[in-house]
């Protein structure tokens, strides 16, 4: 089943620039699905997934159920470099990650942290660039739609245990800066290139844990296993992949992937240290079902929903592109703070077409914003006018 | 890594008898895990299943982490008929499941479900042979040890919706009778091979659901997609695969797997109507890990702990075979009355060798039985005493 945006749906049926346009990017998702899925991932779900390269893997719209977990074989995958061999993987407690920035660093290996203790969280994994697609302007990157995103119970080590393991922090850490252990290519400096990440401490060390565990298995290679940073409430690239290294540091990392990339700015203006990075999530929902057609009578509309970096509130459904709003049923149990949750309104629909959407609010009372500003990479696009769906009842 | 029983570990060392003993059954998993996985479930994990038959593989007991929810790859299996063939599931939303003791009956497809309401659950999924192993008497069927026994996430109608869609319940309907939909041998009376149970239609039509989602996706053929029942609380074989009947009866079905099976008595004696049917599941937990060797310091105990039919209130550990019990810490979110939860203790051991093993107890203030009295089957056993292992600390 393809999923046009409605608003390139409305650009599509304009004439022939519209068409022109939707031959470009009005299904963008459509048009990039042309490669087999990547070796690293090639257990997914060919069916639920959309391949736009080798690194950049997207759910089908359509492919979140209600569950409130995503399952792994449809899960996104977003690499910024190629995935370490599966030699990675085959001796996982043996990994080593150096802990720097306290008052006794050392390494420490997968096998020790497991004895430091254990916690158990739900979050939301999200990429940066997750409905790209989206925006108007023009934006390099993948086009990603609603599908750079999922919820996946991870377990491991709460960083702060840790911490208080090694003696505590160094004075003045601000920041906890991650560093992946994916290979560097040769003939680049390394800072341009190197996955090193960082983020405020006090989150860092109240709720960031060391996951060896997602969904009840290890960590699968593509995911960041043997050993991944789970910052909850942060945008994927903050939860670092096959972590090498965490230190506890005064500045940010000035690596090229945290000084100048994924900061927030005009389009057209270049990355800078003093733009806003991405880290805290927005509140966001969409829905899963229908997504084209539906029959006359009780139809169930599904869809996710998450606060972001607060709890998620509520959300609410229109199916009049957003004239009139009714509450939705939240789904399954609560599985927390950073968690997504599934939810369903039951609407009775007469034949016709309905522009349906869905908004969420957080427990700070933010609404889901109704338009995404443009930024210059097209970074989250969470407005709920673009984000709606047109559905034929017949 | 393998675990034997401490029982039988005992026997094991106690000479020439207990010798023969170990060979016949002390480790029957390791004994049984021969074969290739089945071709059903051939993309399940091999290192964390143990193959008994082509009906019946294992979930190793330390492949059960911490997240809560059990990973489809280790999740066991056991099938009383062969499944059936991949087109069962190619077009999902077309499969029919006919109604009885309704006042409006009628088939009904999975899409048409979909459309009268929707419900996600946390269920332990647990075979009523758990555990048969541990006991001392004879048993004939797989000698299960922890592994028959997952937690699930299902979505799918509430029974209760399907009911009320079409007129509510007949008069004096005592049961929700499900019937399989696998393909019976010829030859052989259906009434002896077919897979039909009957649970007590109030607790149907409070709890159960038709379930067409399991963590996230649709329920794999071998676990019974495209339709499942979800019978909350009770044993495995209540959640009937590829449901094709759900017929609200007068009485339980007459089918042998009801009739006389999944009954239980003492040992010897044979199935009847009058004994008590495998339905509502008991208090239970086991520790996962470390299952052989620790490091010496601090140790983290984990394990998986469920009230069964009611909610988990919580769980001790020890380390000394029983004499002294420590509360563990519940890990995660709460997914709810039905589902189990992970547990863990940090322990300080020194060098040595500790029994470990844990205690659950439930809401209504009932625990987790010392020692399970024999029945003819080998039903659940639940015994903390059995269910230990030795751990020697290094």
């Not at 599509?12 to 459509?30: F, K, M, Q």
């Not at 927030?264 to 991405?278: E, I, K, L, T, Y």
Request: net charge negative.
């Amino acid at each position: 089943m393809l999923t046009i945006p409605r608003r390139h749906f409305l650009v599509a049926v304009a004439g022939t620039a519209g068409a022109s346009a939707l031959s470009r990017s009005a299904n963008p998702a459509w048009a990039q699905d042309e490669g087999p899925l990547p070796e690293v991932v090639d257990w997914k779900d060919p069916d639920s997934t959309i391949v736009h390269t080798e690194f950049t893997v997207e759910t089908e719209r359509g492919a979140i159920g209600t569950s409130g977990i995503t399952s792994k074989d449809v899960l996104y995958l977003r690499n910024n470099l190629p995935s370490p061999d599966e030699d990675r993987v085959a001796d996982r407690d043996s990994w080593e990650v150096s802990i720097e920035g306290v008052r006794e660093p050392r390494s420490i290996t997968v096998g020790e942290l497991k004895d430091l203790g254990v916690e158990t969280v739900a979050t939301v994994l999200q990429c940066s660039g997750n409905g790209r697609g989206f925006f108007d302007h023009d934006t390099s990157g993948s086009q990603w739609l609603t599908g750079a995103a999922g919820n996946l119970l991870w377990s491991g080590v709460p960083v702060r245990n840790v911490v208080d393991a090694l003696g505590g922090l160094e004075d003045g850490r601000n920041f906890m800066t991650s560093t992946g252990g994916e290979t560097l290519p040769e003939g680049i400096d390394a800072k341009q290139v190197v996955v090193e990440r960082s983020v405020p401490v006090d989150h860092a060390v109240e709720h960031a844990i060391l996951a060896w565990e997602m969904n009840g298995e290890p960590v699968p290679r593509a995911h960041g296993g043997p050993l991944r940073v789970i910052v909850p409430g942060y945008y994927g690239i903050n939860n670092v992949k096959y972590v090498k290294r965490v230190s506890f540091t005064e500045e940010e990392s000035d690596a090229a992937i945290m000084r100048t990339g994924y900061r927030v700015r005009p389009v057209g203006v270049d990355g800078a240290p003093d733009q806003p990075s991405m880290w805290e999530m927005k509140v966001k929902s969409w829905v899963t079902r229908p997504l084209a057609e539906a029959g006359t009578g009780r139809v169930q509309i599904h869809g996710v929903a998450f606060g972001g970096f607060n709890a998620l509130d509520s959300v609410e459904v229109s199916t009049d592109g957003g004239d009139n709003w009714q509450q939705a049923r939240l789904l399954g149990p609560d599985l927390g703070r950073f968690s997504w949750r599934p939810f369903v309104l039951s609407a009775e629909l007469e034949p016709g077409t309905y522009t349906v959407t869905s908004r969420a609010t957080d427990a700070e009372g933010t609404v889901q914003e109704e338009v995404t500003a443009p930024n210059h990479r097209g970074y989250d696009y969470s407005g709920w006018r673009a984000l709606a769906v047109d559905v034929t009842v017949v």
